[in-house]
Nanobody, 127 residues
Framework: QVQLVESGGDLVQPGGSLRLSCAVS????????IGWFRQAPGKEREGVSW????????YYRDSVKGRFTISKDNATNTVYLQVNSLKPEDTAVYYC????????????????????WGQGTQVTVSS
């Protein structure tokens, strides 16, 4: 049974940091692209960062470049999202998701391309 479980969300002040975790089970992490997405109240779900299957190439949306870092640990089947210099506009529920779409040639950015999802973890940035 495929399962993704996020954790690490919290209430932090602007400028603060968190490390979000996505523990996966039921599939081999190295065979899937993993994406982190977020959804704020009243807004559409948007992609934040992606890590490519096998070679682990990483990608970020422009607004988080230099602040967020995605990584994975194949030994523990866990994907991390280190989020630094948090801003109030980063407030959202953060989700991780898995997809094989695109294979070795393409990492999909759109949430519609991702077939497995976690339940989300809340990140709130407020003073």
């Amino acid at each position: 049974q495929v399962q993704l479980v996020e954790s690490g969300g919290d209430l932090v002040q602007p400028g603060g940091s968190l490390r979000l975790s996505c523990a996966v089970s039921g599939f081999t992490l190295d065979y899937y692209h993993i994406g982190w997405f977020r959804q704020a109240p009243g807004k559409e779900r948007e992609g934040v960062s992606w890590i490519k299957l096998r070679d682990g190439s990483t990608y970020y949306r422009d607004s988080v470049k230099g602040r967020f870092t995605i990584s994975k640990d194949n030994a523990t089947n866990t994907v991390y999202l280190q989020v630094n210099s948090l801003k109030p506009e980063d407030t959202a529920v953060y989700y991780c998701a898995a997809s094989k779409f695109g294979g070795e040639w393409y990492v999909p950015r759109a949430p519609q391309a991702y077939e497995y999802w976690g339940q989300g973890t809340q990140v709130t940035v407020s003073s």
